[in-house]
């Protein structure tokens, strides 16, 4: 893929804008809150910006794209529909995000439940966001290393300064502000490359012609698809991740009140149902190019098929929408993994180091120890991504599952249920933990004979059947769902 001199201005201005963004951003930090929940100041306009740029990542743009041609047709948009479907369930409870002025998921299990349950949400948490911030440096260095035509490890390296380094600046402030920068450019540079498609292919009716019966389909396609039963399973599965998820929820705990928390949350699943489309039509036009003959599979065997959008890009439409079109992509994976490192500092910071190591730190200490983690996490990963470590990745990132399966229900239903008990919540906790690592280590994921598509829903189960079942054999001494008091950090 030769790649125009062009291009490589165009994203290499992209990444330095990200650094003067993260260097601007700093300027407004003056406390902790500021630093870990951008002052609680984010209207629903901006919030939304970064709640969907943290959520689309390289799965939601080229991983779409290569669904799209490789059999599942129009229906691959439902990995996006469904994230918007789960912010609409969202919105109906972000008031009460809100409304706990907490900055960290596992504050909230701490004031709730005690100590003990906040400490082991925060280790349960913490491990996950350096897997996923390792995962997405290498999505990122992949994308990069492809589309300018540099070494992987270059790739990973620069990455991981760049995101590090403007995260580190600027906290959720910097973050909220790159990450609508980015969504715009996640929108635009995939939406502008359907026109240059279509044109190549001679137009719609002819991509219609040059595709299997069934491809346009929105539930199923010639390879299977999305069924309806896929489709509830990642609504569920996204629902449960961004309740408890520190690179998600941290935005509720950002907005200036409930309503634009709503707001944000609303906004967000329109710009889902939106975007969803762009890249899944894109993916069945790349499908009518390869039947056409005007593109062949061998022309993107040396990078993978996810790649093909790309490879088509640079061959058939002008540099300056090709490197928009590439400054979008690499914006996907950019707006996730600096997400995942502001919630690992967080975390830390706040619930082990403030509460283990040094009980009397003060907000600018906090602040500062959130800022060194970032780094020891940035570079944690960066190495992770660099020797491309996959068993201790995959460790990881099933540690994300489990962080979803033990902590929703005491998370949500706490808010509501004065009943809900620390024997309950550790219960669910154990519950869901021991069903996941079976599914996903011992049964092949196979329950009762039956297959199963997410392992986080039978686990969400076994968590639920736990937590109510302990929460009324051991019920709380002080039934309530305020949380107790706790100095401001």
Known sequence: MQINVTVTIIVVAYMLFMLYIGWASSKKINSNTDFMVAGRR??????????????IGGGSSLGVVQNGMGGYGLSAAWYVIT???????????????????????PEYFRRRYGKGSGIITALIMLVPLVGLTAGQYIASAVVLSTMLGISYKTAVIVTAVIVTTYSVMGGLWS?????????????????????FTFNYAGGWSNIVANIPEGTLRLVGGEAGGYDAISIIALVIMYVATFSVGQEAVSRFYAAKDGKAATGGALLAAVFNFVYAFIPAILGVAML?????????????????????????ASEVMPPIIVGLLFAGIISATMSSS???LLGAGSIFATD????????????????????????????ISMLIALFNTQSLLTILMFCFTLRAAGTFFPYILGMYWKGASTAGTIASLIGGT??????DNFSGKMLFGYKVHQSIIPGLVVALICFLV?????PPKNPTTELAPEEEI
């Not at 061998?298 to 993978?304: H, K, N, Q």
């Open 42 to 55: 984010l209207g629903p306009v901006l919030m939304a910006g970064t709640l969907a740029a943290t959520e």
């Open 338 to 340: 600096d997400s995942d």
């Open 175 to 195: 973050v909220s502000i790159t990450d609508n920068i980015q969504m715009l450019l996640i929108l635009f540079g995939m939406a502008i490359a359907i026109p």
């Open 83 to 105: 994230l918007g479907i789960a912010f609409v369930i969202l919105s109906v409870i972000a008031p009460k995000f809100r409304q706990s002025e907490i900055k960290t998921v």
């Open 434 to 439: 021991i069903m996941v690592v079976y599914l």
């Open 470 to 474: 302990f929460s009324k054999l051991f």
């Open 288 to 312: 009518a190019l390869i039947n056409m003959g005007k593109f062949s599979t061998e022309d993107f065997a040396g990078v993978g098929a996810r790649y093909a959008l790309p490879v088509l």
């Open 352 to 379: 082990i180091y403030k509460q283990i190591i040094k009980k009397d730190a003060s907000s600018k200490e906090v602040m500062n120890v959130t800022q060194i983690t970032m780094i020891v996490v940035g570079v």
